[in-house]
């Protein structure tokens, strides 16, 4: 023994993976029986997969330590339920569990959100003897909490003999995962223990996560001036700053976010991320960018939050533009950057951008998985390269029902109607069950390839689904009745829909009368809408146009007014091109470019050249009569 304690010393010391490895070789040299020692440090390091080939090739099996080492290993980072097959096996080689055994092992339960398995190791919990430990206790709670079995929860609480804060918190936790918020605020009032910060954060973050700001705060108060004086963390800061973003709730985000700065709480990574997230969610790009610049050891989270608030407030020029100023600083992007990053480059239209993103992924061989595909094929389609959003989707492992989306609208956009549905055919047949916006691009497949019946029964088979119409759903049946001229049965659709019609529906019907010439039903329609109050800009415009194919000049004159209020608040169009991986944007009227006066030339050169090409254009929806 005396020979193995410099290396025993030297398992301990082992601060890194390769470190251990090093260590190891000198165990196989000197043929030492230290495996358990160094499966332990490896789990402890969070090297699962060297510990596994170490424990594949033990000669003798591991003890309990080790097993649960390892088991405790794998129940952090995964794979779940491999660390389950690690517990069968330590039973079937008579190695006797121990009470640290069990909690990792219920952990992997509730990442796997499997109830039956959680119930068999609590049967185990309790045969062995286990169950009035106060760790294995608060972990069945937190287990049962997690897969939504509230009421077992709320029943090992009350067997155990001894709780502490930790067993009340996971429970209140519990209830407002459920939400049963008036039983969590129940249990918090009750707990015999002080209610620690722990305690008071679940409680904020159960109302907030529900959405009930108003009680959020009162508890948040309740908090600061209770009997224990009990101050806020990072954390509790973090639950009303995501409620608030959550709710969009920019009064009571505010409130919080000068309370963070009076009380100069520290803006750790988590708190200096969320309150980014906050303020960009909010509306006010300005603020969250001066937070962010305000902090000098970004993490990727934070870079991650900067880029979406600019992609959600409508500026993904500024998303491209900090993600490339992220790069040159050496950030190492994850799977949320790359997201945003494809989201971004759909938004532009930025197709060789896009397959630069795509080629990153292959090149730091990130892990394909169908959050990534989806994106990808989002971008590809949205960018006109339908056919690499086909091999991405046909490449892409365990397709869930936003991918199908994904693909089904892609083809759709593209016209290839029929396409879409055999795509929609095969998702059925491969039991994903589809959804509302499944409906929406079948749908408007149908519409766009003339395929009424088809359209009928898809629709009537979304209320086989038991889904209830949109007003979406509508618009496409609506649309599919009017390009194929049955006026009459969109008219009846529309008095059948059982939510109000929208500017599109109408826009739609509109659009088919003018086409198919039936100006008296347009007429009939027209003032409908705009007794309705639902008239778009776009509908007005087609409106003006048909009160005066009819010579109804009152209505044309109603309707000019229309155009002229809602031109004021029209927000100016815009587009974007991208030439050699730059994108330029344009804005309708813009005077502001470096060479407007040159692209406007161009511009004038081409109409002339089609001109004497013999291309007239249609000029029907031009609003000739506004």
């Known amino acids: 023994m005396s020979s193995s304690r410099p290396l025993l010393g030297l398992v301990r010391r082992a601060t890194t993976s390769s470190h251990a490895r090093q260590v190891h070789a000198q165990i196989i040299l000197c043929g030492l029986p230290l495996h358990n020692h160094l499966l332990c440090k490896l789990a402890e390091l969070r090297s699962s997969d060297y510990a596994l080939a170490v424990f594949r090739r033990l000669p003798s099996p591991p003890n309990d330590h080790a097993y649960a080492s390892l088991i405790r290993a794998f129940s952090a980072s995964g794979p779940f339920d491999f660390a389950l097959s690690l517990y069968s ?43 009035f430990d106060l760790y294995v206790g608060n972990s069945l709670i937190d287990m049962y ?17 001894v709780s502490d804060e930790v067993s009340y918190n996971s429970l209140i936790s519990g209830y407002a995962r459920v939400g049963d918020m008036n039983t969590a605020r129940s249990v918090f009032e009750e707990m015999p223990h002080a209610q620690n910060v722990v305690c008071w954060t679940a409680l904020i973050d159960g109302f907030g996560k529900h959405g009930m700001i108003s009680e959020m705060l009162d508890i948040f108060k309740r908090m600061l001036v209770s009997a224990e004086h009990v101050l806020p963390n990072s954390a509790t800061m973090v639950c ?29 990574s988590f708190l200096s991320t969320a309150l980014v997230d906050m303020y960009a969610r909010c509306g006010d790009i300005g603020k969250a960018r001066k937070v962010f610049d305000s902090i000098c050891d970004r993490n990727v989270g934070l870079w991650n939050a900067m880029i979406t608030g600019y992609l959600h407030g409508g500026s993904p020029e500024d998303a491209v533009r900090l993600y490339h100023h992220m790069r040159k600083l050496s950030v190492e992007p994850n799977e949320i950057t790359m997201v945003n990053l494809l989201s971004a480059c759909a938004s532009l239209g930025a197709l060789d951008l896009g397959r630069e993103v795509h080629r990153t992924l292959a090149r730091k061989r990130m892990q394909m998985n169908v959050i990534l595909a989806t994106a990808l094929v989002d971008m590809y389609s949205k960018c006109g390269g339908i056919n690499d959003a086909c091999l991405v989707y046909v490449k892409a492992p365990n397709k869930d029902v936003v991918l199908w989306n994904a693909m089904i609208s892609g083809l759709t956009v593209h016209g290839y109607g029929k396409d879409a549905l055999t795509v929609f055919v095969k998702m059925e047949r491969l039991g994903v069950r589809p959804n509302d916006s499944t409906f929406v691009s079948v749908l408007s497949a149908c519409s766009h390839s003339g395929l009424v019946e088809e359209g009928k029964a898809n629709f009537h088979k979304l209320l086989d689904y038991g889904l209830n119409p949109k007003v979406e759903h509508y618009a496409c049946l609506v649309d599919l009745l009017g390009r194929a001229g049955d006026l009459s049965e969109a008219v009846a659709l529309i008095q059948r829909m059982v939510v109000p019609p929208n500017s599109v529906i109408w826009s739609s019907l509109l659009s088919a009368c003018r086409i198919h010439g039936n100006a008296q039903l347009a007429s009939e329609v027209g003032r409908l809408v705009l007794s309705s109050g639902e008239a778009s800009l776009g509908c007005c415009k ?32 815009c587009s974007w091109i991208e030439v050699h991986g730059t994108v330029y944007r344009f804005l309708v009227e813009d005077t502001k470019l470096v060479r407007y006066q040159q692209l406007y030339t161009m511009l004038t050169i081409l109409m002339r050249q089609l001109g004497d090409e013999g291309y007239q254009p249609d000029s029907d929806n031009l609003g000739e009569h506004v």
């Not at 009303?240 to 700065?261: D, M, P, Q, R, Y």
């Not at 109603?558 to 927000?571: D, G, S, T, Y």
């Open 240 to 268: 009303l700053l995501s409620a608030c973003a959550n709710a969009s709730n920019w009064e009571v985000g505010k409130w919080v976010a000068g309370f963070i700065e009076v009380n100069m709480i520290t803006l750790d």
């Open 145 to 161: 909490s997690k897969c939504l079995l509230i009421d077992d929860a709320h029943q090992v609480l009350e067997d155990m003999p």
């Open 542 to 573: 087609l409106l003006s146009n048909i009160f005066a194919s009819v010579s109804s000049w009152t209505d044309v004159a109603r309707v000019r007014k229309l155009i002229h209020e809602k031109a004021m608040m029209n927000i100016s169009s």
């Open 89 to 131: 096996r330590m039973l079937l080689e008579g190695v006797r569990p121990t009470n640290f055994t069990y909690p990792p092992l219920l952990n992997s339960c509730s990442a796997l959100s499997s109830a039956n398995l959680g119930r068999q190791v609590h049967a185990h919990v309790v045969k062995l003897g286990f169950i």
